[in-house]
């Protein structure tokens, strides 16, 4: 069965240092997101991504966010100067069409960041 | 801005009886919606779904209904077993356009062997 995959499962950082959270979505997905989980909370939408540009974000995704697809088959999801807050679960999802079909949203495993 | 909620953190129940798992939201012009499951350590996966045109989807042990006026909808499992022993999340589209899914904050399911 096709998976959304991430890496790294677990990246403990220094605060104030970039971090690069990286996607492989399923292949004919057209729709990238991340969400984030901090302990303890509900599950937080960050941003979509379609054709190559970010098609929606959060008031969470500020200017130290950045996501990219550099390689037609990757997505990843940049924190230039990590906070203590930004601490939590990130994961990637990716769908192949929007509106109705949205129940198709397939999650990643998660990656854990840990800002020290 | 707590769009979708749910209000039990817990549910234990024993294996075979149902699970019942509610959510209730705020904003009228959401008309979609989704449970997810999610294991420790795993990502969350698609359970089930329901437009608010219909008032209950059905799909083997789960069920959703969805009661509009009382914006408020709830999710059946029946029989219940230990696999099912999760974390569950209601959503609701936010976005139509975008898909962007707006969670509660998930119930904790125990079922007991």
């Known amino acids: 069965e096709p998976e959304v995959t991430q890496t790294p499962s677990h990246q403990v950082t220094q605060m104030g240092q970039e971090v690069i959270l990286r996607c492989v979505p399923i292949s004919n997905h057209l729709y990238f997101y991340w969400y984030r989980q901090i302990l303890g909370q509900k599950v937080e939408f960050l941003v979509s991504?379609?054709?190559?540009?970010?098609?929606?974000k959060s008031e969470i995704f500020d200017d130290q966010f950045s996501v990219e697809r550099p390689d037609g088959s990757n997505f990843t999801l940049k924190i230039r100067s990590t906070k203590l807050e930004d601490s939590a679960m990130y994961f990637c999802?990716?769908?192949?069409?929007?509106?109705?079909?949205?129940?198709?949203?397939?999650f990643g495993e998660g990656s854990r960041l840990t800002v020290l | 801005d707590q769009q979708v909620k749910q209000n039990s953190p817990s549910l234990s129940v024993q294996e075979g009886r149902i699970s019942i798992l509610n959510c209730d939201y705020t904003n009228s012009m959401f008309d979609y919606f989704l449970w997810y499951k999610k294991y420790p350590a795993e990502g969350p996966t698609f359970l089930i779904s329901?437009?608010?045109?219909?008032d209950k989807n059905e799909d083997g042990r789960f069920t959703v209904f969805l009661n509009k006026s009382a914006k408020h909808l709830s999710l059946h499992i029946v029989p219940s077993q230990p696999g099912d022993s999760a974390v569950y999340f209601c959503a609701a589209i936010g976005s139509s356009n975008t898909g962007k899914l707006i969670f509660g904050q998930g119930t904790t399911l125990q079922v007991k062997p």
């Open positions: 999802a990716s769908r192949v069409t929007s509106g109705r079909m949205i129940g198709e949203l397939f």
């Open positions: 329901i437009s608010s045109i219909k």
């Open positions: 991504f379609y054709n190559n540009e970010i098609s929606e």
